[in-house]
């Protein structure tokens, strides 16, 4: 007949190993809520939909002086040639953030907590 013997510090390893696996099987079984950042619109197959933040920072050298840094993401996009393209842009933080298409006449501004822009 053939017993098992566990040590104290086996049987607390053995239990902790268990909980991190049923917490990493709970974590990859729960529901996603990922958000896409270019998406196709579901009314409208030819429209591109591309989801954009905008942030401020800002910091001081150690010399006092205030510099400032605007981001927004993604910080480049390429579309599709011609198709129709919807963007959404929602400010960050920042009061409000100019800003302009190149090679186009898009221009507008984004303001904090706001703002969707569609083309």
Same mark, same amino acid.
């Given at each position: 007949?053939?017993?098992?013997?566990?040590?104290?510090?086996? #049987?607390?390893?053995?239990?902790?190993?268990?909980?991190? #696996?049923? #917490?990493?099987?709970?974590?990859? #079984?729960?529901?996603?809520?990922?958000?896409?950042?270019?998406?196709?619109?579901?009314?409208?197959?030819?429209?591109?939909?591309?989801?954009?933040?905008?942030?401020?920072?800002?910091?001081?050298?150690?010399?006092?002086?205030?510099?400032?840094?605007?981001?927004?993401?993604?910080?480049?996009?390429?579309?599709?040639?011609?198709?129709?393209?919807?963007?959404?842009?929602?400010?960050?933080?920042?009061?409000?953030?100019?800003?302009?298409?190149?090679?186009?006449?898009?221009?507008?501004?984004?303001?904090?907590?706001?703002?969707?822009?569609?083309?």
């Amino acid at each position: 007949m053939k017993f098992f013997v566990f040590k104290k510090g086996s #049987l607390i390893l053995f239990i902790m190993g268990f909980i991190a #696996l049923s #917490l990493g099987a709970f974590w990859m #079984l729960m529901p996603k809520e990922s958000y896409p950042t270019v998406t196709m619109s579901g009314d409208n197959p030819n429209v591109q939909v591309i989801e954009m933040v905008t942030g401020e920072f800002s910091s001081e050298t150690e010399s006092g002086e205030k510099i400032e840094s605007y981001r927004w993401d993604p910080g480049t996009i390429v579309v599709e040639k011609g198709k129709e393209v919807q963007f959404r842009i929602y400010g960050v933080n920042g009061r409000a953030h100019p800003f302009y298409i190149e090679g186009t006449d898009v221009r507008g501004t984004v303001k904090k907590g706001k703002s969707r822009f569609s083309m």
